[in-house]
């Protein structure tokens, strides 16, 4: 078998090689080096994160498993240093040298950050990986300030998800007009308007000369004198191609690692694809001419007859709620242009086609970009425009309905990954599908970007016709392993008694035998809340914190939080924290947002003895579980307290403790309406009341700000156990594994849980099951402190020595 190396395990080079594998997977024993500790991931929707529509685990395109089914090697975490052409080998980092007989560089790129003073200080970032992303969401826990330098498409979607972290943000941008290669100043004022009635403040024809601060930043300094206050820099002014490698291995590089039509480098059998290639003096920036460059090297590598690639002609869109755009071509008008322009100032919409010799050269459209896909196609295959109407879509916020019928099979529908209407349509008749997630997995189509789902959506309603059902069609699978969604999940496990991970996966046929990081967690929480005794948790299923009881911190250390039931706790407990804290040298002992006392940098060995010496029940800080009860003083102390706020959340706490939710559950009790422990914003908040308790619920301090709605208000601490019980198992058991509260009542409606609620039979039920679960539970610290075996396989450090 020939060796195929690949140095980069990002989108572009992940993808070759899925097409490399899909034309002869025989061919190749394959090893991939990538620098980051993760397998392929979405770059993409790193916007997505930031702006917390989204978690890292939804964002992984390749999960581990894959790469151990088609059997590639993978080293994460690992970067390569040199090439050496002669030897036909690449050397690693940490001195691994694998030999090859093809090499694939396809390394992407690195945030350009400007060479100016203080560019290196503590609080400046690029906006290019995972770890920039959870830079600035921490830096959003504890600073209020961001800059963000570049008016382009990442510095905006950056400072949109900066918006939504609660950080305030300025955009620094060098000239007058933001997105300038891609908008005209009318779209580009449009835009500015839209971004600032967000709440985006913008510092325009701004040049940085230096960042100030001491070791963090304080704040930026410009050409002309000014001066803008930040606890946070994101510089978001553009991409280098990631060529060192190359470079120093003597292959030739330009601006990027210089390839010809094939994607072949100036060394023999070495290929460059993506970001980090230059063809025809173009580097490129979007996915879609990448996967166009992955196929076509796919082609050669594999010896198959492949056509020249002769470059792309690119679209762009915006990622930011509110705001629908869309860029291809040219766009400004030369002396041999005309413009076709509509504009409904009005309704905030513009459209602007620039056209040469009878053919679209260039593509503006602002609020309304359902033309898009149509136009473009008129752009890529330079159609001759004359008698046809260019803007089919209205030009109204209701837009046009887009029609399938008249597409044509070839229109593409997902530019990302290069699928069309024709290709759409053939698999749904083909193959039977009938949702857009069946549709996504055997085409690509809306895996990337996902603009195009709602073109899907349509193809699928039109191709289906009187068969097409619209709710199930927009059902989501719960990963890419299956086809199947949560309900359907559900009722299978009750339906065929279902018992075990393996079982689930094999009798509903998973298309990956091991699951994956999505499937495994949430397949593990739907058994042990169906099957409350019998069923045994798999601890390796469960996400790494919940794994380890403990959450990992970003330095790889861990935190550890012993329960303080209520809040509330002894001078006898903080002494044993104190010495605990001193004798294992913890660098930071802190109060957390739910009044409890963390101890942050942890060794992974430590965390046993740690626990036994505390002799405290785990905090579960970390679980998918209810964290913690903040309480106030209440009428025990406080001269307005009218309840006894810190005995009722003692007692919630001590029962509900342990309990697997499908997300985090938050609760807070307050003795009166003043709502010292923010009882509002909680998952289940309780206020106390002249006569009873106010029960508040759906409530979300994080992200995702939203105030509770008033569920019940009831007499007694015995009827907020009732309703609270009944209350947590009916989310237990409809709600999607890591759905909050808050979204799950948005999803299924207040009106809905309080009619069910209502029926004291039904919350009878509901609490018998939850009491049956509850029963099985058992204290995780206790059980690790006590198990060798436990403590061998998780807090033990194993060295394995080379050749082993
Ligand atoms: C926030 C953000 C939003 C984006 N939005 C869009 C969008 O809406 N539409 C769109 O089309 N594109 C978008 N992009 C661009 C898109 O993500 C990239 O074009 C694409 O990821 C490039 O793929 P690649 O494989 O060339 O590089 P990458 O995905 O960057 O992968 C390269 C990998 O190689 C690794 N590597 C580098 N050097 C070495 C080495 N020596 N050894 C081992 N590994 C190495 C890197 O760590 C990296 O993991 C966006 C990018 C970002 C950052
Ligand atoms: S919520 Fe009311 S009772 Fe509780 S501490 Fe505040 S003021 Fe006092």
């Not at 660098?587 to 010496?613: A, C, H, Y």
Request: net charge negative; glycine share 10%.
């Amino acid at each position: 078998m020939k060796k195929l190396v690949m140095i980069g395990n990002g989108m572009a080079g992940v993808r070759t090689i899925e097409e490399i594998l899909k034309l002869s997977p025989n061919q190749f024993e394959i090893t991939i080096f990538g620098q980051e500790p993760h397998p392929n991931y979405n770059r993409i929707k790193l916007s997505n994160i930031l702006q917390g529509d989204t978690s890292f685990e939804e964002i992984i395109i390749n999960p581990l498993n894959w790469y151990k089914e088609n059997n590639i090697q993978l080293f994460t975490g690992e970067a390569v240093t040199k090439i050496d052409i002669a030897a036909k080998k690449v050397i690693s980092d940490q001195g691994r040298e694998v030999e090859y007989d093809d090499l694939i560089i396809a390394t992407g790129s690195n945030s350009f950050i400007l060479p100016i003073p203080g560019a290196d200080k503590i609080g400046v970032t690029g906006f290019r990986d995972i770890k920039d992303c959870e830079m600035m969401i921490k830096s959003a826990e504890n600073y209020k300030k961001a800059v963000v330098i570049g008016g382009g498409l990442l510095g905006l979607e950056a400072a949109r998800g900066l918006l939504n972290l609660g950080m305030q943000v300025d955009v620094v941008h060098l000239i007058p007009s933001l997105m300038e290669r891609q908008l005209d100043p009318i779209a580009s004022s449009l835009l500015k308007t839209e971004l600032e009635s967000q709440g985006m403040r913008f510092l325009m024809e701004k040049e940085t000369v230096e960042i100030i601060g001491d070791e963090r930043v304080a704040g930026l300094r410009f050409k002309d004198g000014s001066f803008a206050r930040a606890d946070l820099v994101v510089m978001a002014i553009g991409i280098k191609s990631n060529t060192m490698v190359a470079k120093e291995s003597g292959i030739y590089v330009n601006r990027g690692i210089v390839v010809n039509d094939f994607m072949e480098t100036s060394a023999p059998n070495v290929y460059a694809v993506g970001e980090c290639a230059e063809h025809r003096e173009i580097v490129y920036g979007l996915v879609a001419p990448l996967y166009e460059q992955g196929k076509i090297l796919a082609e050669r590598i594999c010896g198959k007859e492949a056509a020249p690639y002769e470059g792309s002609v690119t679209g762009t869109q915006l990622k930011v709620a509110g705001v629908d755009l869309y860029s291809a071509g040219e766009i400004f008008e030369d002396g041999t242009t005309k413009s076709i322009m509509v504009y409904n100032e009005y309704e905030g919409i513009y459209k602007r086609v620039l056209v040469r010799d009878n053919r679209i050269v260039g593509i503006v459209l602002y609020g309304d970009t359902k033309d898009s896909t149509r136009l473009f196609r008129m752009l890529s295959k330079k159609e001759d425009i004359t008698g046809i109407s260019i803007f089919e879509s209205q030009c109204s916020a209701e837009g046009g309905s887009g029609d399938i019928a008249s597409m044509p099979n070839d229109e593409l529908v997902c530019g990302c990954n290069g699928v069309t209407k024709g290709a759409i349509v053939e698999v749904i008749k083909t193959q039977g599908l009938t949702t857009l997630d069946q549709v996504s997995h055997c085409t690509n189509a809306g895996r990337s970007c996902g603009r195009c789902k709602p073109m899907v959506n349509d193809i699928l309603a039109y191709t289906l016709g009187d068969q097409f059902d619209a709710s199930a069609a927009q059902k989501t699978s719960i990963c890419g392993c299956t086809t199947i969604s949560r309900e359907e999940l559900v009722a299978e496990i009750k339906e065929k008694g279902l018992t075990s991970l393996k079982e689930v996966m094999n009798v509903l046929e998973w298309n990956n035998e091991e699951g994956c990081t999505k499937c495994r967690p949430a397949i593990n929480y739907y058994l042990g809340m169906i099957h409350m005794d019998e069923y045994k948790d798999d601890r390796d299923s469960r996400l790494v914190n919940e794994k380890m009881h403990a959450n990992i911190q970003k330095d790889g250390t861990y935190s550890v939080v012993p329960r303080m039931y209520g809040g509330v706790t002894t001078a006898a407990d903080l002494k044993k924290i104190a010495e605990v804290a001193e004798k294992y040298e913890v660098p930071l002992v802190k109060l957390t947002g739910g009044q409890r006392i963390g101890l942050f940098g942890v060794k992974k060995e430590d965390l046993p003895s740690m626990w036994e010496e505390l002799d405290m029940p785990s905090g579960y800080a970390y679980g998918k579980t209810l964290r913690t009860v903040k309480t106030c003083v209440g009428a025990q102390f406080c001269r307005y307290g009218t309840q006894d706020s810190m005995s009722l959340g003692i007692e919630l706490e001590k029962k509900f403790e342990r309990l697997d939710t499908p997300h985090k559950v938050k609760m807070g009790v307050s003795a009166c309406p003043r709502n010292c422990s923010e009882a509002g914003i909680k998952d289940i908040g309780f206020v106390g009341i002249d006569g009873g308790w106010e029960i508040y619920v759906a409530g979300n301090g994080g992200v995702d700000l939203r105030a509770g709605d008033l569920l019940a208000t009831v007499k007694t601490e015995a009827d907020v156990m009732e309703m609270t019980g009944a209350y947590l198992q009916y989310y237990r058991e409809t709600a999607n594994y890591l759905e909050r509260t808050s979204k799950w009542v948005e999803r299924v409606g207040l009106e809905h849980v309080k009619e069910v609620l209502a029926n004291a039979e039904t919350r009878k039920e509901l609490n018998e099951r939850m009491d049956q679960t509850l029963k099985k539970y058992i204290e995780p610290w206790n059980e690790a402190i006590e198990s060798e075996e436990i403590k061998d396989k998780y807090y033990t450090k194993h060295t394995v020595k080379a050749g082993e």
